[in-house]
């Protein structure tokens, strides 16, 4: 079992698109172990590769006992709206009320690249998007607006002062 240390807000692989992955071998299926290992870990619910360090286009999610990994994932599906919390594990200590579709659906392909389809409503729809965001290099603060993202770069400014401030 490997649980591997988080990439945090500034490294640039969290703003970097991640590569789609045309090669099924072992090192992709160590990576896959990887994130769902590190996923499991209490209070996560979804893991993409690039805040493992890695750019390829993966991530895992543990949701209500449902534990599974897409490769390649695409939203192909989203319906309905949801407001709610939402957090990152890249940006500790720091929450946000998110809109969201309240219904997704993401297709990819597993490790024998065999079609896989994830489709759920709440959480697992909000963790859905929001990992596939990620392999965009995408951030889930990048959509917020007005208030609620000036609350949020105010948490982050005082939970990481700027060095350059001082």
Do not use: K, W
């Not at 172990?33 to 543990?62: C, H, K, M, W």
């Not at 997704?104 to 994830?118: F, I, M, N, S």
């Not at 607006?145 to 005082?158: H, K, L, S, Y």
């Amino acid at each position: 079992m490997t649980v591997r240390p988080l990439r945090l807000l500034g490294d640039p692989v969290l703003r970097t698109p991640c590569d789609r992955v045309l090669r099924f071998d072992a090192a992709l299926a160590r990576l896959v172990q990887d994130l769902l290992d590190t996923v499991q870990e209490p209070g996560r619910a979804g893991l993409a590769a690039n805040q493992i360090g890695s750019s390829l286009a993966v991530f895992s999610y543990n949701i209500d006992g449902q534990l599974g990994y897409v490769i390649n994932p695409e939203v192909t599906e989203a319906s309905g709206c949801q407001e709610g919390p939402e957090a990152c594990l890249s940006i500790p200590g720091v929450s946000a009320i998110r809109p969201r579709a309240a219904r997704a659906v993401v297709t990819g392909v597993d490790l024998r690249q065999q079609p896989v389809v994830v489709a759920g409503t709440g959480e697992l729809a909000r963790c859905l998007q929001h990992e596939t965001d990620h392999l965009r290099g995408e951030l889930y603060i990048d959509g917020l607006t007005g208030p609620e993202r000036r609350a949020v770069m105010r948490q982050i400014r005082q939970y990481r002062p700027d060095p350059a401030a001082r």
